[in-house]
């Protein structure tokens, strides 16, 4: 069965530091999202991507992050320059096959460390 | 802005019981879904229901919907020890983001 995937899994990094964060959604999917979930938090949107540009953000989604479908596979998430605050496990998604606001299969997420 | 909110925040069960969960939210929505979460892991899709359907069958898992009330419910039928985790509901409105809910810790004793 098909699924997301992400890498890496964990990550570890200093503050003021950059990370990227990829995933692989699922083929033939036109819609991809980046969640976090900050522990004991519930998870929080950040960004939608469609059409090879942002649908929408959140306010967590400021000018440190940004998105991109660099080829036909990947989607990554890049903090330019990390916070403390940024510690969270980071989900893609992808849904919408044929249309938008259908099931949304997670990848099993990335967890950052930024210390 | 539309929140999801479970409840309980936690429920512990033995094996064969049954495990209802309850999620409510505040705006109209286009769809409901529910996911579940084993501790420190991904978001597994359990069920989606559309706002014009009012319940919706999976295997063990029967999800309910009234919009009238804002509210849905996820029943868990006959549960496992594997079936230990967190569990949210997630809604859709006329946006594609989820907005999710804040959880149901299950706990099931064998």
């Known amino acids: 069965e098909p699924e997301v995937t992400q890498t890496p899994s964990h990550q570890v990094t200093q503050m003021g530091q950059e990370v990227i964060l990829r995933c692989v959604p699922i083929s033939n999917h036109l819609y991809f999202y980046w969640y976090r979930q900050i522990l004991g938090q519930k998870v929080e949107f950040l960004v939608s991507?469609?059409?090879?540009?942002?649908?929408?953000k959140s306010e967590i989604f400021d000018d440190q992050f940004s998105v991109e479908r660099p080829d036909g596979s990947n989607f990554t998430l890049k903090i330019r320059s990390t916070k403390l605050e940024d510690s969270a496990m980071y989900f893609c998604?992808?849904?919408?096959?044929?249309?938008?606001?259908?099931?949304?299969?997670f990848g099993p997420g990335t967890r950052l460390l930024v210390l | 802005s539309q929140q999801g909110e479970e409840d309980p925040q936690a429920l512990s069960i033995q094996e064969g019981e049954n495990a209802t969960m309850n999620c409510s939210y505040k705006t109209s929505i286009n769809n409901l879904q529910w996911y579940r979460q084993n501790s420190g892991r991904g978001l597994v899709h359990l069920i989606l229901i559309r706002s014009n359907e009012r319940e919706k069958h999976s295997g063990r898992l029967r999800v309910t919907l009234d919009t009238s009330k804002k509210s849905s419910s996820l029943l868990i039928t006959a549960s496992r020890a594997a079936d230990t985790a967190s569990y949210f509901c997630a809604t859709v409105s006329n946006t594609d983001k989820l907005i999710f809910g804040t959880g149901t810790r299950l706990q099931v004793f064998p």
């Open positions: 998604a992808s849904s919408g096959r044929t249309s938008h606001r259908e099931t949304q299969y």
């Open positions: 991507f469609y059409n090879n540009e942002i649908s929408e």
